[in-house]
């Protein structure tokens, strides 16, 4: 099975600045690697997603890398802004065969104005 | 709106009760999940069904069972259920089903176990 590790302390920037957030894996590399945002009292929002073959993906304000070497997967945003605090989770296939995503805890994000 | 809904948002109720809560995606996917969220705990998967089908049941008490009578629809039958089952109980839906991909949630229903 796989374990996800996310930076359980929360991560407090300012305004503007580039927010990086990080997930590691233990064993196999994932067939996928997802990122989601989750507001509190709510259900996760999927934001983006990246394949094994894939070192970075783009969306707006947002980037994921994925680099299988490290085992680690990056989330960037960047201008970041108060709308963006929130819980972020990463989720991968627990493995077995099985290609259901698993969560991480996920890193709470808190952007002071 | 993410295309799913759940019904109650928040339900409190005695050890001794038996409710239901109640899934609807309108997406037109092929699987559909219940998730337990509790504090500070990583989301945990409960059950997965793909194209009405039971696929995965992750050791889950007998005090909780699902049911799934079309791809549309998820209940979650709850009965004598513990003070620890407390939680944010999420639905979430997607198209691949057992090949992975991303997915649609709900926006959880609240429980309390008095």
């Known amino acids: 099975s796989q374990k996800i590790e996310q930076n359980s302390e929360a991560l407090n920037i300012q305004e503007g600045k580039t927010a990086t957030l990080t997930c590691n894996y233990t064993n196999y590399s994932p067939a996928y690697l997802q990122w989601y945002r989750q507001d509190p009292g709510r259900g996760p929002v999927f934001l983006l997603l990246?394949?094994?073959?894939?070192k970075e993906k783009r969306k707006e304000r947002l980037k994921v890398t994925f680099d299988t070497t490290l085992k680690q997967s990056l989330f960037h945003i960047t201008a970041s802004q108060p709308a963006d605090s929130a819980t972020y989770l990463c989720?991968?296939?627990?493995?077995?065969?099985?290609?259901?995503?698993?969560f991480g805890r996920g890193t709470s994000l808190i952007v002071h104005p | 709106e993410t295309g799913v809904t759940q019904t109650p948002r928040h339900l409190v109720m005695g050890m001794t009760n038996k409710k239901s809560l109640k899934c609807e995606q309108h997406l037109g996917h092929n699987a559909m999940y219940w998730y337990k969220q509790s504090a500070k705990k990583p989301l945990e998967l409960m059950f997965v069904?793909?194209?009405?089908?039971?696929?995965e049941n992750n050791s889950v008490p007998s005090r909780f069972s699902p049911e799934c009578p079309n791809s549309s629809h998820l209940f979650l039958h709850l009965h004598t259920l513990q003070p620890e089952d407390s939680a944010l109980y999420l639905c979430?839906?997607?198209?691949?089903?057992?090949?992975?991909?991303?997915?649609?949630f709900g926006p959880g229903t609240r429980l309390t176990v008095t």
């Open positions: 979430a839906s997607s198209q691949e089903g057992l090949a992975g991909g991303e997915q649609y």
């Open positions: 989720a991968l296939p627990y493995g077995g065969g099985s290609y259901i995503p698993t």
């Open positions: 069904y793909n194209f009405k089908e039971q696929t």
């Open positions: 990246i394949r094994e073959n894939e």
